[in-house]
């Protein structure tokens, strides 16, 4: 089943936050990553689509028919919170049988279709089990096989692994994804977590200030960020302020930086864009984009390492495999992004 929203406007009485002009489709078989600030507007969209809340103006749509009205309990959505919602009093059987439940099944059929469920997310063994009695990890798989016993048409995540340890977090997502993918479940994924989204999801949107500021692939909002705004916001991000020299050069702080092509009127203002993981130690060709500085927080995570590069007023961020960072570094001009320099979002 889809999922689509179609401009979707939506303000809390009072406040005057909300979300404004939403349109977004999710396809069966396809998760959606929904990131961005907090307050931005994000458990908005997702209370949109469960029922929680009635849109202002637009129209939420569930396989192609207007759902806008429908009470949550009609929908048929799955839906995991971060704080998973188990009842402590009931075993793990029961917890995933209680949508069956409610739906009417008769108790023999309930059973077996729980037991289905946490069996297809490792956990048949724990059946008997209450929640106190579970792992954070064993509890995540509970609700999200409670989630999708009684096969929903779609599926609604809200930040569903941030209680768990970075071990388990990433265990999660693939079995999240696998579950997902196999069912054929629309699902939206609702996290502060940008390595999760951009490694889990097939398309990502980002939210500021109640509007989406970009959607599409992982590939494209990392490396082709919309404006400013995106590119703070997903991943490591050098950002510097700058004004169109030429066809393949901007002027900075740090001096003129030679970019690929990037279509920029002269003399227009802009922002420059380096990854951390774009630099180069040593020189550049004949100079170019060469900074050099003074090593300042040098960091050993294992497989990188990151530091910061004191470049007169302005600090760079790199990351490196190699063992011993450098006191000059270069960027190849492809590797540099010319974006636009409004900066709108920052919550909201």
């Known amino acids: 089943m889809s999922v689509t929203l179609q ?5 809390y009485a009072g406040s005057g936050v909300g979300v404004s002009a939403i349109s977004l489709a999710i396809a069966p078989g396809e998760l959606l990553a929904l990131i961005g600030p907090s307050g931005c507007g994000k458990t908005t969209v997702l209370k949109l689509i469960a029922g929680f809340l009635v849109p ?3 129209r939420v749509l569930l396989a192609g028919q207007d759902a806008t009205h429908l009470p949550t309990r009609a929908r048929d959505l799955g839906i995991v919170f971060q704080s998973y919602a188990l009842f402590p009093h009931m ?8 949508p069956l439940k ?15 469920a ?11 089990r209450r929640p106190a009695a579970l792992s954070g990890g064993q509890q995540q798989r509970v609700a999200l096989a409670r989630a999708l016993v009684f096969r929903p048409k779609a599926l609604l995540l809200d930040e569903p692994l941030s209680a768990l340890d970075a071990a388990r977090r990433c265990e999660m997502r693939d079995e999240i994804r696998r579950l997902q993918r196999a069912h ?20 990502v949107a980002v939210m500021g200030r109640g509007r989406i500021l970009q959607l599409g692939t992982p590939t494209e909002v990392y490396r082709h960020p919309a404006n400013r705004t995106v590119a703070a916001f997903v991943g490591g991000a050098n950002l510097w302020d700058g004004r169109v020299a030429g066809p393949a050069a901007v002027d900075t702080a740090l001096g003129r930086v030679v970019t690929r092509p990037h279509g920029f009127a002269a003399g227009a203002a802009v922002a420059v ?18 900074f ?21 007023s302005t600090t760079l961020s790199v990351e490196t495999a190699d063992d011993t960072p450098a006191s000059s570094v270069h960027v190849p001009p492809d590797a540099v992004q010319v974006i636009v320099a409004e900066s709108d979002c920052n919550g909201g």
Request: charged share 35%; proline share 2%.
């Open 292 to 312: 050099r500085g003074t090593v300042e927080r040098d960091r050993f995570l294992g497989s990188v390492r990151r530091f910061d590069l004191k470049v007169g």
């Open 184 to 203: 054929g479940i629309a699902a939206l994924h609702i996290t502060h977590d940008q390595e999760e989204a951009l490694s889990m999801a097939d398309r």
């Open 91 to 98: 075993s793990a059987l029961d917890n995933v049988a209680y």
């Open 273 to 290: 864009l380096v990854r951390p993981e774009r630099f180069r130690a040593g020189e550049g060709p004949d100079g170019i984009n060469t």
């Open 56 to 58: 202002d103006r637009g």
């Open 102 to 116: 409610v739906r009417g099944l008769a108790a023999a059929l309930r059973r077996r279709r729980a037991l289905e």
């Open 118 to 128: 946490l069996d297809m997310v490792g956990l048949a063994g724990e059946a008997s």
């Open 7 to 11: 401009d979707v406007c939506f303000r």
